[in-house]
């Protein structure tokens, strides 16, 4: 599965890269988020409560940050697994561009599933996984740029 978007937030370069490594901005912004620990710089650990079409599972899971370059870009590799449901690995490559005052972030998805998730099929697989990055996507903007009531 392949996901490429683009988001502007109305934020300073700056700010969004260093948001996008603060543990606590991203536990509000990842949906069914319990966990989110940070390991060392560049190592993430996370439990997410997710439901998949008619799967629901709680997956565990790690992510760690390569090709760092501030506050342009980096890329995102994890995997979790989520017991009898399966697992999932993915790979995402995120930049940021100046746009004005704010900040357009582009990001490449590459993720693959095993186990039931696998059995889903790709169109219901494909299509939670767009609603997932979306609402991951719309938290971060809102609570970056200040529109999430001032809880950031």
């Known amino acids: 599965m392949k996901l490429t978007e683009e988001i502007r937030i109305g934020a300073p370069r700056e700010a969004v890269y260093a948001a996008l490594n603060d543990p606590d901005i991203l536990r509000q912004s990842i949906p069914g988020c319990e966990e989110l620990e940070k390991v ?15 799967v629901k599972a709680r997956f565990r899971g790690d992510v760690t940050l390569s090709d760092l370059n501030p506050p342009e870009s980096y890329t995102l590799k994890g995997q979790g697994k989520g017991g009898a449901a399966g697992f999932a690995r993915g790979e995402a490559s995120v930049r940021l561009s100046e746009d004005g005052n704010a900040t357009v972030l582009h990001y490449d998805v590459n993720a693959t599933v095993g186990g039931k998730l696998a059995q889903l099929g790709s169109r219901l697989v494909d299509s939670s996984a767009r609603s997932l990055a979306a609402a991951f996507f719309e938290n971060f903007r ?3 740029s200040g529109e999430d009531g001032g809880t950031s």
């Open 40 to 54: 060392s710089d560049t190592e993430l650990s996370a439990v997410v409560r997710a439901k998949i079409g008619p």
């Open 142 to 144: 809102k609570i970056v």
